[in-house]
């Protein structure tokens, strides 16, 4: 599976940006596809999930969430409210299965990354 992740760039405090994570190759509807974000100087973080349900990290809930469009093969990370400290480099990722891993080291589909600016 590949993933082309964008819809990254600069937005002021209290914005919201909408991230897109198309995927292409052998997709399934079966498939979890994930986002995850990393800081400069921070560990990649779990933001999102999305299964057979969705499901959101307590960290961002109330401000993200996630949907998706399978006959675009298509996950979307929708944020709101946002915050200098969003500030980062946001990953999609994928993996077979339908259990909520929250780990990068659970995924073994990557794209290319896409960065958030919050300006506050």
């Known amino acids: 599976v590949q993933l082309q992740a964008s819809g990254g760039g600069l937005v002021q405090a209290g914005g919201s940006l909408r991230l897109s994570c198309a995927a292409s190759g052998r997709t399934s509807p079966s498939y979890a596809m994930a986002w995850f974000r990393q800081a400069p100087g921070k560990e990649r973080e779990f933001i999102g999930w999305s299964g057979g349900s969705t499901y959101i990290a307590d960290s961002v809930k109330g401000r993200f969430t996630i949907s998706r469009d399978n006959a675009k093969n298509t996950v979307y990370l929708h944020m709101n409210s946002l915050k200098p400290e969003d500030t980062a480099v946001y990953y999609c990722?994928?993996?077979?299965?339908?259990?909520?891993?929250?780990?990068?080291?659970?995924?073994?589909?990557w794209g290319q990354g896409t960065l958030v600016t919050v300006s506050s």
């Open positions: 990722a994928a993996r077979s299965g339908s259990a909520i891993y929250t780990s990068p080291v659970d995924y073994y589909s």
